[in-house]
């Protein structure tokens, strides 16, 4: 048997992470993700060795990066310059949620101990990541442009150094605060290319990336539950922790009170600002992100009579 056979998801992982071309990285991931769901690769990590993914995960160097407060107006999508813009902007998304889904596998699953469904939970949010940027990417060679067309921000990853040693931080701010942003922001973005025209954009988004989308978030979510869980029920086993994890009721509020009451803490502690509604409420329940998880950090909308 070959070494790249023996490797674990730990060490595969990090390869994603040092891959610099985006379509290989989504390339090498969805083979890697096949190998873990169909049982090929066995172990998550070796018990006794320490690897560190990188600092920084390795990207395309033909993207130019400018400041956030730099990048230009996207528009409405109701012109062709402007889809180009709106596709060009969730391509490169989609190529830094890659990176995030197997960092945050590389980076927390040994360092905590986490039971193999958070593996798995994370392998196929990645596999759908590197799928959306494929398939994102393909439609945007058909809008007659390319990745890298245009300047693009890091802002993504900007969020994830800061987290970098919080495996909570982590899930509340990427995986809920900026999963849950995209969910609330996605309709009105299939609206603009539905009103320009452009329905096949609207219709991968509405129909792939968007459902796709709602379990995403969903893992942040759950996971972000079960380190809450397993905190304060040490001796609790792994089982019955995950599965209370996945509960999502009505009584949310009452049955994860101090879950809920830790999210309000690591949100405000690691993220600037208040959240901003509108909120997707109807994407947000389905990913069992109820409105007591963020309401109460969103800022007030003033009415002026």
Not at 10 to 21: G, K
Not at 47 to 70: C, E, G, I, W
Not at 211 to 221: K, L
Not at 278 to 285: I, S
Request: charged share 25%; aromatic share 8%.
């Amino acid at each position: 048997m070959s070494n790249r056979e023996q490797e674990t998801l730990v060490e595969a992982a990090i390869r994603v992470l040092n891959t610099p071309d985006p379509f290989e990285k989504a390339r090498l991931g969805d083979q890697i993700a096949n190998k873990w769901i169909q049982g090929h690769i066995n172990l998550p990590y070796h018990p006794h060795k320490h690897l560190t993914p990188p600092h920084r995960p390795a990207r395309p160097s033909d993207v130019k990066l400018v400041s956030p407060s730099l990048m230009p107006k996207l528009g409405k999508a109701g012109s062709l310059q402007s889809r180009q813009a709106l596709v060009h902007s969730l391509v490169h998304i989609e190529s830094w949620a890659i990176d995030l889904s197997w960092d945050i596998i590389a980076r927390f699953g040994k360092q905590e101990m986490m039971p193999g469904e958070f593996f798995t939970d994370f392998v196929r949010v990645a596999q759908d990541e590197g799928r959306h940027f494929t398939l994102l990417a393909a439609r945007l060679k058909e809008l007659d442009s390319f990745y890298g067309a245009l300047p693009a921000h890091d802002g993504l990853w900007d969020s994830a150094t800061a987290t970098s040693s919080d495996l909570l931080a982590r899930l509340a701010i990427e995986h809920c605060v900026h999963e849950a942003r995209g969910l609330d922001v996605v309709p009105t973005t299939i609206s603009r290319f539905r009103n320009g025209g452009d329905n096949e954009t609207a219709e991968l988004l509405e129909k792939v990336i968007y459902p796709e989308e709602i379990t995403h978030c969903a893992a942040g979510v759950r996971w972000f539950k079960y380190l809450c869980l397993r905190s304060k029920n040490p001796e609790t086993s792994n089982n019955d922790l995950v599965e209370q994890a996945s509960c999502s009721t009505e009584n949310d509020a009452e049955v994860f009170g101090e879950v809920i009451r830790k999210f309000h803490t690591v949100v405000r502690s690691h993220f600037r600002g208040p959240l901003k509604p509108p909120f997707n409420e109807v994407a947000r329940r389905a990913a069992g992100f109820l409105p007591q998880w963020y309401e109460p950090l969103a800022v007030k909308e003033v009415t002026v009579e």
